[in-house]
């Protein structure tokens, strides 16, 4: 056993926390307020080389891992959720092509992503299919030579800013079971017949993009299929134990940035003639915050170690994602607790990580998802 | 970062779960009922080499860490917890010899330990010094050559059956920190003037002896100071860094052995003409349960580790300590809940587990103290 991060990844945390604190908070306010998605911060981060950092060096990237990837995310959630999510989503989809995309697919659009020119993102979500994912009905038909694509899909981030999508379809809707009726197609934003309709009024993360997608008659090469066709659902799921560890990761440090703002609150805070720190229901809440935040650093640890390792464990991965951020979601709720009234106004960040936090609870796979992962693995249930 | 154990770390558990679940449950349920603690069990523990690993070559052990004695701990705890504290704890309060004593002091009371010669405990709570250790007022005044104890001390795990115990007495009742005025004496129970009375009837843990102890000008030679006069209050803080690092283990063991049962269970009882484990509460039950013992084990081995390498984290092992208590108290809750009434009649080993899991909450540092601990690393003191 080896608990310590290698130097190297400490670096690695150490140059995101720096860049973190230098570049995303002094504009994290401004960019929640005006709703802005901030292209420049995106190439400046690239440049540095903070994204994409487990895409493989063939494909423009460091060839790192998952770890050093939701490290780097940790350290930016941390900092400003909002940016955090930017960066969350800037290759998210990327793992799918580095596990089943053809080589010309990885070499044409990965590059960009990790240089900063590009945003990709992955569609989904539809209206009437949520976590019910093997209900989508977003069609896409082979005519001749093309898929043609005919759908909507919602909640899609990065829907109006992304150069491209990879685009979950129904394509066999005549198989039997529902799970092989599915595949997954890489499509162009700027196909004739694809339209983005940017969503306003999210609760929180209001710099990144998050849209509903229209496709009417979208033509897409066969080579934009991606893996084999029906086996869409597998390889979404497969990707989703990669990608529920990286939100783990941003509930980690998500969490630690609540925690942080509220140590620092409570030992300038007076009340009673004494700062709110000395009283000793104030240190149990404390301590309690930092109890659980260690417990969700460590299992995404170990879930990001463990896919590193090509030890996919679907169990562990939705362990990671339920339990850290329900850890965010408790730990930021108390820290702004801490905070009292003045919690609730947006003069301190608290605020603003508050109402970011709720959504790692529901994206990748609400953690009732992850529970029933969890729970019909242990069981034996199908 | 190694998330894996090593392959001698993997056999050690095998061998700890192999003995336990042969030689532990058909003593179980007859050692609660009768608060009967089996003595040849132990010779067997002792003589397979479960007892004492920590202890190093020189002194009779095999000199492994102290990760390796909390993964036994989780074995033995995993099946019958009361069994497990019983043999376990024979070892208890050695640490404070091999800290903080002599050449001469280890090779005399180190070795019988490990033979199943002897049996060892640390004495520190009093009727009116619990939490609040340095209000302790058992007295060690010297004369002469000897020390001449009296006082009273309770809660004493192994108190009628411990050949020897190191005990916490006032000797500088004037210097001027409290915490500079106790030290660690080792008190041979055949001593005259020393009495041991069992303590009957707890709540659980019953196969394991509890005992209030009384000294009455119970005289002893100078030689069996441990380490130094007056520093026997942080001798007793670095001690107890280690010992409730098994506790942890003690708790996941505990909890880990409750989930297994309501699993069994669970699969087994049929009630609206279907197994419990196919209603999605029962699931969720389970991956909760899950989970909670995932990170708890991640927390406690990354301390465990970490004290193996000579890093000390008292707030990181406090941590440790009441996150895997408390998760010990709630499997075990939801595991007996998950057994209905069945759960409640004692047919079923999980009402004894039940029993048997609030100890972990309150020994070595009640969960209040531990998010004590954590407080002040995090905010400072108060």
């Not at chain 1, 900092?79 to 290759?91: K, N, R, W």
């Not at chain 1, 960040?349 to 109402?355: G, K, L, Q």
């Not at chain 2, 209050?233 to 283990?249: I, W």
Request: charged residues 25%; proline residues 3%; hydrophobic residues 40%.
């Amino acid at each position: 056993m080896d608990f310590e991060l290698t130097n190297r990844q400490k670096q690695i945390r150490m140059a995101a926390r720096e860049f973190a604190e230098g570049e995303l908070v002094p504009i994290g306010k401004e960019c929640e307020s005006k709703g802005e998605f901030p292209r420049e911060i995106i190439k400046k981060a690239a440049q540095l080389g903070f994204v994409g950092v487990y895409i493989k060096k063939d494909y423009g990237g460091l060839g790192l891992g998952s770890l050093e990837h939701s490290i780097i995310l940790e350290e930016f959630w941390r900092a400003e959720p909002g940016l955090g999510q930017v960066f969350s989503q800037t290759t998210f989809g990327a793992q799918e092509l580095l596990l089943y995309g053809s080589e010309e697919q990885k070499k044409k659009y990965l590059p960009p992503l990790v240089k900063g020119d590009w945003v990709m993102g992955f569609a989904i979500t539809e209206p009437e299919a949520g976590s019910d994912a093997a209900s989508a009905v977003s069609r896409a038909e082979i005519v001749e030579d093309e898929y043609v694509i005919n759908g909507n899909k919602v909640m899609i981030s990065n829907g109006t800013e992304a150069k491209f999508l990879l685009v979950y379809c129904l394509t066999h809707p005549e198989e039997a079971i529902k799970s092989n009726r599915h595949s997954i197609l890489l499509v162009e934003t700027d196909r004739p017949g694809y339209k983005a309709d940017k969503i306003h009024g999210k609760m929180g993360l209001h710099a990144s993009d998050t849209a509903n997608v229209y496709f009417n008659n979208v033509k897409v090469p066969k080579e934009n299929l991606v893996g084999a066709e029906g086996d869409g659902f597998i390889q979404l799921m497969k990707f989703l134990d990669y990608s529920r560890v990286m939100i783990a990761g941003d509930g980690v440090g998500l969490a630690q940035g609540a925690m942080e703002q509220a140590v620092n609150y409570v030992k300038k805070r007076k009340q009673f003639g004494k700062t709110i720190a000395s009283f000793q229901v104030t240190q149990f809440k404390i301590a309690e915050m930092a109890t659980l935040i260690e417990t969700a650093r460590s299992i995404t640890y170990k879930a990001c170690w463990n896919l590193d390792r090509g030890n996919v464990d679907s169990q562990l991965s939705a362990m990671a994602k339920w339990w850290a951020c329900q850890v965010a979601v408790k730990v930021v709720d108390e820290a702004l607790q801490l905070h009292g009234g003045y919690g609730y106004l947006d003069d301190y960040p608290i605020e603003r990580f508050y109402r970011a936090a709720k959504l790692l609870e529901l994206y990748e796979g609400t953690k009732e998802i992850q529970k029933m992962t969890i729970g019909r693995r242990i069981l034996g249930i199908t | 970062m190694n998330f894996d154990l090593t392959d001698e770390q993997k056999d050690i558990i095998k061998a700890a779960r192999e003995f336990a679940e042969k030689e532990f449950p058909d003593l179980a349920q007859e050692c609660d009922r009768e608060e009967k603690s089996p003595k040849q069990l132990w010779e067997k523990a002792c003589g397979l080499g479960f007892v004492g690993v920590f202890i190093p070559e020189a002194y009779g052990g095999p000199g492994l860490g102290y990760l390796e004695h909390c993964l036994i701990n989780e074995e033995f705890w995993r099946v019958d917890p009361g069994i497990a504290h019983f043999i376990l704890a024979g070892t208890f309060g050695s640490e404070l010899i091999l800290l903080f004593g002599t050449e001469e002091q280890k090779m005399k009371w180190v070795p019988p330990l490990v033979k199943a010669k002897a049996i060892t405990g640390a004495a520190i709570t009093e009727p009116d010094a619990g939490s609040d250790v340095s209000s302790v007022r058992t007295t060690a005044v010297l004369d002469s050559d000897e020390y001449v104890i009296n006082g009273t001390k309770t809660f004493i795990t192994g108190g009628t059956l411990a050949d020897f115990l190191q005990v916490l007495c006032l000797t500088e009742p004037h210097a001027k920190s409290p915490h500079d005025r106790f030290s660690v004496i080792t008190v041979e129970t055949d001593r005259k003037g020393f009495e041991a009375t069992k303590l009957k009837n707890k709540l659980g843990l019953r196969a394991s002896d509890t005992a209030e102890i009384s000294f009455s000008d119970v005289r002893v030679p100078k030689e069996n100071l441990i380490g130094t006069a007056g520093k026997g209050f942080q001798q007793f803080m670095v001690f107890f860094d280690h010992t409730r690092l098994h506790v942890c283990a003690e708790a996941v063991g505990l909890a880990q052995g409750a989930l297994e049962q309501a699993i069994v269970h669970v699969r087994k009882r049929q009630q609206f003409g279907k197994p419990l484990a196919s209603f999605q509460v029962t699931q969720f039950k389970i991956a909760e349960m899950a989970t909670r013992i995932e990170a708890g084990r991640n927390l406690y081995q990354k301390a465990a580790w970490l004290l193996d390498q000579g890093r000390v984290e008292s707030h990181l092992i406090a941590m440790a300590k009441w996150f895997t208590g408390e998760t010990a108290v709630r499997v075990a809750e939801e595991a007996l809940q998950l057994h209905g009434g069945y759960g409640f009649i004692g047919d079923y080993n999980i009402e004894r587990f039940y029993r048997d899991s609030k100890s972990v909450e309150i020994y070595e540092g009640t969960k209040e103290i531990e998010k004590m601990i954590i407080a002040r690393a995090l905010l400072g003191r108060y």
